[in-house]
């Protein structure tokens, strides 16, 4: 069932962390702040393409990349976590 913007945008602000695709609601976390990794069958190396698509590129995840690639955004999404439940005590 498909929901209205204002309803997918409630859900993403209770989240502490986004992974998903690259598509709108991958847009709309970054467009509320919310840390991300998203994944996408292609990879465009170059400059001008990151630069107007993709700024958030290091968020940037694919199958096949690296496991020190992969580690990285693991820890990234562990650290959002414990910092939100660090400012909660």
């Known amino acids: 069932m498909d929901e ?3 309803v ?3 859900i993403l602000k209770a989240c ?3 992974v998903g695709v ?7 976390a970054w467009a509320l702040g ?6 996408t ?3 465009m190396l170059t400059t001008q393409w990151i630069l107007r ?3 958030d590129y290091h968020r940037f995840l ?6 020190t690639i992969i580690q990285r955004h693991i820890s990234d999404c562990k650290n959002a976590v414990e910092a939100d439940a660090a400012k909660r005590r």
């Open 4 to 6: 209205g913007i204002s």
């Open 8 to 10: 997918v945008a409630a």
């Open 16 to 18: 502490k962390y986004f």
């Open 22 to 28: 690259d598509n709108g609601v991958k847009h709309l």
């Open 34 to 39: 919310i840390p991300r990794t998203y994944i």
């Open 41 to 43: 069958p292609y990879r």
């Open 53 to 55: 698509y993709a700024p």
């Open 62 to 67: 694919q199958v096949g990349d690296a496991v």
